[in-house]
């Protein structure tokens, strides 16, 4: 399992303003833990006991619905925190199901342990509030994506998110998202049944804007497909039936 001093992605976490003595001492406190693809990191409803941050791999963070479906909320990466914003709720629940998307680490730090450095580490404390801030904005965005723009619109998207976030630059053009993602997943994050989902992206791929490799996504013109949700960017795109 990764250590503080020394880690990759140490500058990424909410203590990397730390001390080299300070991630000593919250070295013999965090806890370190491996996941396999499909294995629940915390359930939503349950308890918020500290913070997570990914310290390598995938992981969803899902929200179940009102008749069954699901809604992956965001994707975290590596470096990335997870359960920042339930550590303040009132009721102290989980508002999300975390589940690893591949082999995925995690390191855990006890909520008591956490308030007690941010009382004395203002600096690890305004990279937190970086971290919610961060998260309110782009929760903001998602609903006014969801309620301004349809779902061929939302699918453009967040193929480029993805691709920008976890994507590898092709010698012969475009960008391969390394995070295989099913249709199922895809459907989840944009807010579209199954169905849609794939006839959005069967019509994606016969216009050229992107294709399959090895159970991974190819974005083929990033351009163009920027002009499908913001279609003011650039001239007309031809739109496929819904």
């Not at 990466?77 to 920042?84: D, F, P």
Request: proline residues 3%; hydrophobic residues 40%; aromatic residues 4%.
């Amino acid at each position: 399992m990764p250590q503080c001093q020394g880690c990759r992605i140490c500058d990424q976490t909410v203590w990397s303003t730390l001390s080299d003595q300070a991630l000593a001492d919250l070295a013999e406190h965090r806890v370190s833990s491996r996941f396999q693809k499909g294995d629940v990191i915390f359930h939503e409803g349950g308890a918020c006991f500290g913070l997570y941050n990914v310290c390598s791999g995938k992981v969803k963070l899902v929200r179940a619905g009102r008749v069954g479906r699901q809604t992956i909320v965001r994707i975290a990466g590596s470096g990335r925190t997870l359960a920042e914003t339930d550590l303040f709720r009132e009721d102290g629940r989980h508002s999300v199901t975390a589940q690893a998307m591949e082999e995925t680490v995690v390191c855990y730090l006890p909520r008591p342990v956490l308030m007690d450095y941010l009382k004395t580490q203002p600096t690890m404390m305004m990279e937190l509030v970086q971290r919610l801030s961060d998260a309110l904005f782009k929760a903001e965005q998602r609903v006014e994506s969801l309620a301004t723009k349809d779902a061929r619109m939302r699918l453009a998207e967040f193929l480029l998110e993805v691709a920008e976030a976890d994507g590898q630059a092709r010698d012969a053009g475009g960008i391969r998202v390394r995070l295989r993602l099913t249709r199922e997943e895809i459907a989840e994050v944009i807010g579209a049944t199954l169905e849609t989902t794939i006839r959005l992206m069967s019509a994606l791929k016969k216009e050229g804007l992107v294709a399959d490799e090895e159970g991974h996504i190819l974005v083929l013109d990033p351009e163009r497909l920027r002009r499908v949700h913001r279609p003011g960017a650039g001239g007309p795109v031809a739109h496929s039936v819904m």
